[in-house]
């Protein structure tokens, strides 16, 4: 089946010690998002990825990076993790971005904790 | 400013009807999203509404009213695994998701 990937369904990692969160697409999808979403919240769009075109919101801090070494995978790298990003963190994928094709397929998440 | 309202949480009786409403405010508005999430796992899609009217999909029906920046999500005959966080998102004129932050919904025996 086609499907979102995400790897692992749960980190636990230190106070400032990097991390990482992966993602895989099987859905061939030109269109990756990674977003952050904690309890009770909407979820925060941190990049999204048009291709390998890289697309940084303006809000999202300077710890967080992204890299998509190609179409079906993408990964999100938090430099020094702070007690404020333990969060669930959501890898969608959507065909396109205009109608028709920007539906947003969702993995399960990683919930990341930070002790 | 961007804005997606919808109420905190809502309670209903299994079995019964509950209409889940959500008014955006957007910088253009190229259509709009429901998802069902449960706790602890992502969000998965219901419906997806671009002109004004009402789509039915099984028990599930969701209704746009682009004049008046409001949608709603009705959900019919519930049943115990319909107990979730509704998501409306509204796509802007980039067509970027505006995420509300969810209705929690609680179904009663």
């Known amino acids: 089946d086609a499907m979102v990937i995400q790897n692992p369904r749960y980190q636990v990692t230190q106070f400032g010690k990097p991390v990482t969160l992966s993602c895989s697409q099987t859905?061939?999808?030109?269109?990756m998002y990674w977003y952050q979403q904690k309890s009770s919240q909407a979820p925060k769009l941190l990049f999204h990825?048009?291709?390998?075109?890289?697309?940084n919101e303006a809000d999202t801090p300077d710890n967080f990076q992204s890299r998509r070494p190609n179409t079906s995978f993408c990964f999100l790298d938090i430099r020094s993790p702070g007690l404020g990003d333990a969060a669930m963190y959501l890898c969608?994928?959507?065909?396109?971005?205009?109608?028709?094709?920007?539906?947003?397929?969702f993995g399960p998440g990683t919930r990341l904790t930070v002790l | 400013g961007q804005n997606i309202d919808q109420p905190t949480e809502m309670t209903a009786t299994e079995g019964a009807i509950v209409q889940i409403n959500c008014t955006y405010q957007?910088?253009?508005?190229?259509?709009l999203f429901w998802y069902q999430q449960h706790a602890g796992e992502a969000p998965t899609f219901l419906s997806y509404?671009?002109l004004d009217g009402l789509e039915e999909k099984g028990r599930f029906s969701s209704f746009l009213s682009r004049s008046k920046g409001y949608s709603y999500l009705l959900l019919k005959e519930l049943q115990m695994k319909d107990s979730a966080s509704y998501l409306c998102?509204?796509?802007?004129?980039?067509?970027?998701?505006?995420w509300g932050a969810g209705t929690k919904l609680i179904i009663k025996p």
């Open positions: 969608a994928t959507s065909r396109d971005t205009g109608t028709g094709g920007n539906e947003q397929f």
């Open positions: 990825y048009y291709d390998k075109d890289f697309n």
């Open positions: 859905l061939n999808h030109n269109v």
């Open positions: 998102a509204a796509t802007d004129s980039n067509y970027q998701l505006i």
């Open positions: 509404n671009v």
């Open positions: 957007t910088s253009g508005f190229n259509g």
